[in-house]
């Protein structure tokens, strides 16, 4: 019997500072009644924070009192809740510009993003930047929540002006196919869990209404089967023969199915396998698909170690050195051509260079410019880089698990830069040899 994994929706808030992210949660929360008693006392305790005496709603998320004392949010606050429908896992991120990298974080597991406008200000280049960012990110459903209505008299015309902007620059963006536009106010509440009574133009669902139908089952990559290696688990159990000899190979199950008996590839050695038998806490299945956690046990004896990867015969991934990709720059000190990281992808890290800059994206109007002197923090561009070892890797678009990557900065640690791979030029053949820089 396959086990099916617990439907649970991941999204993110993103948008400009004071659109109202932070309350929206908040609302979500106190609304669909999934705050526990204590959590309501604390909001009221905390009420003399930001003065006026009432309950900020925003404060159940913005946990830094530099946060609550300026309004704004600054870290990534994640927050778990469920409805009779459905779980849910919301990523509340920054709309300072100055954050940019932190709602690239929270943003890049998302099913859904939440794109906040404020309907007094309309679009804004924030505004812009989040949507490009939740494209870029492969983010499969986008709602437009129209806020603040409230504030412009519950006007239909504005909210229907933002809608007309939105849809003027969203063709450029062709990856996001499933866009929603919600009328809100997050801080009285309407459209939000329960519709409003104050837009009776209005005739779609509430925000709460759509997340819980939304279609997300088809979000999973179920198409080529992609499995990195992450621990080789070795029990060595004298007490227990069934264990003593046991070598399996445990990881997610990074896109495709795979089924006892199927034929796989392990790479980079190319070595021909099968699948002997699927593990789990729960048991031993005939089959796994993505994104279940497994353990797979091989046919044959063969050398496989961390970062290598298990893949189908059929539908091959690329696996290059020489690489293309799209990264988000989050370092202050600008992305210049030559600088070496670890770069890590999937259950594998690597060194490698950054060897030129093709361009980099103006936010503003979506065009593709010269870098100049390199990509400075929060540009987002299209980059060249050279891995000491191939990598074992698909198009960000056709896999977001095996497609990303990110920078990491020798001596700090530091994670620099978020990347999205471009689709390699052709896929792995057989008799591809290895090479270093």
């Given at each position: 019997m396959t086990s099916h994994p617990i439907e649970i929706l991941r999204f993110n808030t993103c948008g400009s500072v004071d659109d109202g992210k932070s309350t929206l949660i908040g609302r979500l929360l106190y609304d669909s009644k999934n705050l526990m008693e204590d959590q309501i006392e604390a909001l009221e305790?905390?009420?003399?924070?930001?003065?006026?005496?009432?309950?900020?709603?925003?404060?159940?998320?913005?946990?830094?009192?530099?946060?609550?004392?300026?309004?704004?949010?600054?870290?990534?606050?994640?927050?778990?809740?469920?409805?009779?429908?459905?779980?849910?896992?919301?990523?509340?991120t920054p709309g300072h510009v100055q954050y940019t990298r932190n709602m690239v974080t929270g943003a890049s597991t998302a099913n859904l993003s939440i794109v906040l406008v404020d309907a007094r200000q309309g679009v804004i280049e924030q505004s812009r930047r989040h949507t490009y960012l939740a494209a870029l990110l492969g983010i499969p459903h986008l709602l437009i929540a129209v806020n603040k209505m409230d504030l412009v008299d519950w006007s239909e015309d504005r909210f229907l002006e933002i809608r007309?902007?939105?849809?003027?620059?969203?063709?450029?963006?062709?990856?996001?196919?499933?866009?929603?536009?919600?009328?809100?106010?997050?801080?009285?509440?309407d459209n939000v869990v329960e519709p409003s009574q104050h837009m009776p133009w209005y005739q779609g669902p509430s925000l709460l209404g759509h997340l819980e139908t939304v279609h997300i089952a088809s979000d999973w990559n179920l198409?080529?089967?992609?499995?990195?290696?992450?621990?080789?688990?070795?029990?060595?159990?004298?007490?227990?023969?069934?264990?003593?000899?046991?070598?399996?190979?445990?990881?997610?199950v990074a896109g495709g199915i795979v089924r006892v008996g199927q034929k796989v590839l392990v790479l980079p050695s190319g070595i021909e396998t099968s699948i002997q038998s699927?593990?789990?806490?729960?048991?031993?299945?005939?089959?796994?698909?993505?994104?279940?956690?497994?353990?797979?046990?091989?046919?044959?004896?063969?050398?496989?170690?961390?970062?290598?990867?298990?893949?189908?015969?059929?539908?091959?991934?690329?696996?290059?050195?020489?690489?293309?990709?799209?990264?988000?720059?989050?370092?202050?000190?600008?992305?210049q051509p030559g600088r070496k990281f670890f770069l890590k992808h999937a259950t594998r890290t690597v060194q490698a260079m950054v060897t030129s800059i093709d361009h980099r994206v103006n936010i503003s109007?979506?065009?593709?410019?010269?870098?100049?002197?390199?990509?400075?923090?929060?540009?987002?561009?299209?980059?060249r880089i050279k891995t000491a070892s191939p990598l074992v890797y698909d198009g960000y678009r056709q896999n977001r698990l095996t497609g990303a990557f990110i920078?990491?900065?020798?001596?700090?640690?530091?994670?620099?830069?978020a990347g999205m791979l471009e689709a390699p030029a052709e896929a792995y053949k057989p008799e591809y040899t290895d090479f270093v820089i």
């Amino acid at each position: 019997m396959t086990s099916h994994p617990i439907e649970i929706l991941r999204f993110n808030t993103c948008g400009s500072v004071d659109d109202g992210k932070s309350t929206l949660i908040g609302r979500l929360l106190y609304d669909s009644k999934n705050l526990m008693e204590d959590q309501i006392e604390a909001l009221e305790r905390s009420a003399d924070i930001t003065g006026g005496g009432q309950i900020n709603l925003a404060n159940l998320t913005d946990g830094l009192r530099a946060e609550r004392e300026q309004g704004i949010t600054i870290d990534v606050a994640y927050r778990y809740f469920a409805t009779p429908r459905r779980k849910f896992i919301v990523a509340d991120t920054p709309g300072h510009v100055q954050y940019t990298r932190n709602m690239v974080t929270g943003a890049s597991t998302a099913n859904l993003s939440i794109v906040l406008v404020d309907a007094r200000q309309g679009v804004i280049e924030q505004s812009r930047r989040h949507t490009y960012l939740a494209a870029l990110l492969g983010i499969p459903h986008l709602l437009i929540a129209v806020n603040k209505m409230d504030l412009v008299d519950w006007s239909e015309d504005r909210f229907l002006e933002i809608r007309e902007e939105f849809e003027k620059f969203l063709p450029r963006l062709d990856v996001l196919q499933d866009v929603k536009f919600v009328p809100i106010s997050a801080l009285l509440g309407d459209n939000v869990v329960e519709p409003s009574q104050h837009m009776p133009w209005y005739q779609g669902p509430s925000l709460l209404g759509h997340l819980e139908t939304v279609h997300i089952a088809s979000d999973w990559n179920l198409g080529a089967l992609r499995f990195p290696v992450q621990w080789v688990n070795r029990p060595n159990n004298p007490r227990d023969p069934a264990l003593h000899d046991f070598r399996g190979l445990s990881g997610q199950v990074a896109g495709g199915i795979v089924r006892v008996g199927q034929k796989v590839l392990v790479l980079p050695s190319g070595i021909e396998t099968s699948i002997q038998s699927i593990h789990t806490d729960d048991g031993l299945l005939q089959e796994a698909f993505c994104p279940q956690s497994v353990t797979l046990l091989l046919k044959d004896d063969i050398d496989v170690s961390r970062g290598d990867a298990i893949v189908g015969t059929d539908d091959l991934p690329g696996m290059a050195a020489n690489l293309r990709a799209r990264v988000c720059w989050m370092h202050p000190k600008p992305l210049q051509p030559g600088r070496k990281f670890f770069l890590k992808h999937a259950t594998r890290t690597v060194q490698a260079m950054v060897t030129s800059i093709d361009h980099r994206v103006n936010i503003s109007t979506y065009d593709e410019e010269p870098a100049g002197e390199g990509l400075a923090l929060n540009q987002i561009g299209e980059v060249r880089i050279k891995t000491a070892s191939p990598l074992v890797y698909d198009g960000y678009r056709q896999n977001r698990l095996t497609g990303a990557f990110i920078l990491i900065e020798p001596g700090t640690n530091q994670t620099v830069a978020a990347g999205m791979l471009e689709a390699p030029a052709e896929a792995y053949k057989p008799e591809y040899t290895d090479f270093v820089i």
